[in-house]
């Protein structure tokens, strides 16, 4: 098996599975019926590219794995996702912030990952992009809401990006399997978006009228698999039907 | 208005709906008819919201990823429906704010099965099966129902209700193809949902109030009793297909009248739960209002945006 690409692979999937769940978590409790409606189709779509991920890479692994076993039977420390996509549901603005920040990230990640020389992982990226464009405009465009909309939404938006902020610089570290694909002509070289990236959330955050923060603090290790509280309850909910009753087919 | 040109009105609107044309929202229409049409159209409505309450419940613990997708996407189409049947409710007048402070106060009602607990999967299987199925069965007529609005949705959420059915009913087979332990959650599931799914067709029809004036508008086109008779003739079979047993002892076939004979329905434990007192009614009524109180900065901030970037265009035109 190719491991490098295997644990590429679950680097770029696993932010859409929890990401997903989290949103998921939202679904029948939105502020109204059109958002509430919005978010799901968000995590649809997330799952769905998961789906596609989880699919290929258990064709690497070349034994009786399913798309099920990588996405439900692996354990905390074997999940890759960065530590943005597990923060709680806190509120609407945390929910979009969230997204935004990741949305951005995702977007311009997967107009990288459309010339990847693995062909597969260059089409899922074709297929994904119109998704996530969609993602990028919707979140975008609430954080513009949220932030210059009245002065309570402000003030929440200003704590949620300041509080989530902190989670962005992981989007750019390299695990070893990002340095070998990106040798490869396989992954994609992250940090020469990274100012492209941050000069994008300033200017959405300006156009929001809210503030950039300046921590220049940030956390990191969820893909080194060293994940937040949050991810143990996730994973409960996650998994507890395969942990519960294992080897059935649903 | 004088009372004969009302008569007169009322003859003609009567006369249209015999003829089965249907009634537009800038139609004449009696008050009555557009009162039971806001009624049974936002209680309709209703329950397709607080229904996405119980299912929502499984979407973080669905067992596999197919099923996980599915099932967001099922309770993504139950806000869908519910979107436009307050859509095609606010045509009569009434505002999307009003239906729902009348759902928040108690005022309108929803559907009662909703007020019962998804305690394992099998449950979601259940619900899409003999839930969804009764739905179906309520609704179809629906669709050639007089006020235009109800009846154009009505076809779209019966298509998608029959998708829902099936997808319930594969849930129901999977599990009862698989070993014994999801057998028998099937089974189980099936024993509480069954008695619940009966009464969701309505109180029999001597204790049916509304069934007479509903008839003539076609808001009905059966009564609560053959609506029943018809979901159970249709749902015993398939039972037989999945290998579980209807949990009723006087269920049998009856070759005279060519259908089923049932048990007695436990009517006390029917009104209990549209009272307020079934297990989930607070728990249910709950979500929906934190989820309504807690979006409210939301929707201001929403408006509060809207109107700055409007003055901000109207006064670069000017």
Redesign the interface.
Known sequence: MNTGLYKYILGIADNCLILGQRLGELCGHGPNLETDIACTNLSLDLLGQVRSYYQYAAKLKADDSTEDDIAFLRNEREYVNVLLVEQPNTDFAYVMGRQFLFDAFHLMFLKELQNSHDITLSAIAKKSIKEVSYHHRFSSDWVKRLGDGTEESHSKMQSAINDLWTYTDELFHLTEADEEMIKEGIGVDTPKFKDEYYNHLTDILEEATLTVPESKYFHKGGKLGIHSENMGFILSDLQYMQRTYPNMQW | MSDEHIKNLEAQFEARIARDEKIEPKDWMPEKYRQTHIRQISQHAHSE?VG??PE?NW???????????AL??K??DE??H??YL?SACETLGISRDELYDQLHTGKAKYSSIFNYPTVT?ADIGAIGWLVDGAAIINQVPLCNTSFGPYARAMVRVCKEESFHQRQGYE?ML??CQ??P??KEMAQDALNRWWWPSLMMLGPTDAESVHTAQSMKWKLKRKTNDELRQQFIDQTVPQADILGIKVPDPDLKWNEERGHYDFGEIDWDEFWQVVKGHGPCNKERMT?RI???E?????????M??AS?KESRKTNTAV
């Open positions: 919201v996405m309450l929502g979407i973080t613990r669905a067992p596999s990823l197919r099923r996980k997708v967001l996407a309770v993504q806000a869908g519910g979107l307050y999967w849930i999977k599990l698989g070993t332990e999801q979500a934190n989820a309504w807690n979006g409210e900065w939301v929707r201001e901030a929403a509060a945006y700055k």
